[in-house]
């Protein structure tokens, strides 16, 4: 299968690639900045200008859709908006006019409301597809608008299959040390807005990949978060601690997430398969 990787010189875009090829995959990258060095398949693009969103992905089968500005902080809020929420309709749009059917776009657990929030807000643990969106800045809204954005092209175009995956800090074999090393922590009080969720890479762009591979059609949404949490305190003192009176829809038992990934683990047969207890067992 002929794959287009956008985003491809960023962290998880250069993974992906890289992933890609090594199951076989023929995949072409494209991104605004050129890769650090030669790069076979590499087209440089926009994909705010819809002609060269149509042009890279000409003569491709699938999308993963990675190319977008990555947080709220270094572009104004305008910026962040109108480069995500729009790349994500052309290349969509695009798709759509090729023959694409397998789509997988980069989303964020901040669709939800939550890292840039002024206080996050939820109305249950652990938090699943289906909890309602309380974003109030333009990166989780740019996220947010995305997935609606290919609701649409889902329901009018019944045989396209397009997977929304909500990563999570995506972490790294050599961000673990500096992440999680004890004098590193902190009070937990203190990241309770990231939920103590993350994402390794490795289970990240296995799941991009298990998305152009699924058999259903139509658009879902994913949570790519692991099965623990970040943190060596358990996670009902957490929710008690920071986040009282959250119901529970059911037992955060030891160092469980979250987030609920079940959905992911059905839909895509994907699951988690590295965790940084491991690493530091």
Not at 73 to 83: C, E, K, T
Not at 103 to 111: E, F, H, P, R, T
Not at 244 to 268: C, E, I, M, T
Request: proline share 5%.
């Amino acid at each position: 299968m002929k794959v287009v990787v956008t985003g491809s010189t960023g962290k998880v875009g250069r993974a992906t690639v890289e992933h890609l090829r090594a199951e076989g995959y023929d995949v072409r990258s494209t991104d605004r900045r050129p890769p650090d060095g030669h790069e076979h398949g590499f087209r440089m693009a926009d994909l705010a200008n819809f002609g060269e969103a149509v042009g890279v992905l000409e003569g491709c089968e699938a999308l993963v859709h990675l190319g977008a500005i990555p947080s709220l902080y270094g572009r104004p809020s305008h910026d962040v908006f109108a480069n995500n929420a729009l790349g994500a309709f052309n290349v969509l749009e695009a798709a759509r006019m090729l023959g694409i059917k397998k789509v997988c776009l980069a989303s964020s657990v901040n669709a939800l409301g939550l890292s840039y929030s002024r206080e996050p807000r939820f109305d249950y643990f652990p938090v699943d597809e289906e909890h309602p969106t309380y974003c109030e800045e333009s990166y989780g809204l740019s996220k947010w608008v995305g997935e609606q954005v290919a609701d649409c092209f889902a329901r009018r175009y019944e045989d396209m299959t397009i997977s929304s995956l909500r990563y999570h800090g995506v972490t790294n074999e050599e961000s673990y040390d500096r992440w999680y090393r004890p004098e590193n922590r902190g009070d937990p009080y203190d990241s309770r807005k990231h939920l103590w969720a993350y994402s390794d890479i490795r289970d990240v762009v296995r799941a991009n990949r298990l998305a152009l591979e699924a058999g259903w059609k139509g658009h879902e949404v994913f949570y790519i978060t692991n099965d623990d949490s970040s943190q060596t305190v358990p996670s009902a003192e957490l929710a008690q601690r920071c986040f009282p009176g959250v119901p529970l829809k059911k037992p955060l038992d030891g160092f469980a997430s979250f987030f609920d990934n079940s959905k992911a683990k059905r839909l895509l047969k994907w699951k988690p398969e590295h965790t940084w207890r491991k690493q530091h067992a």
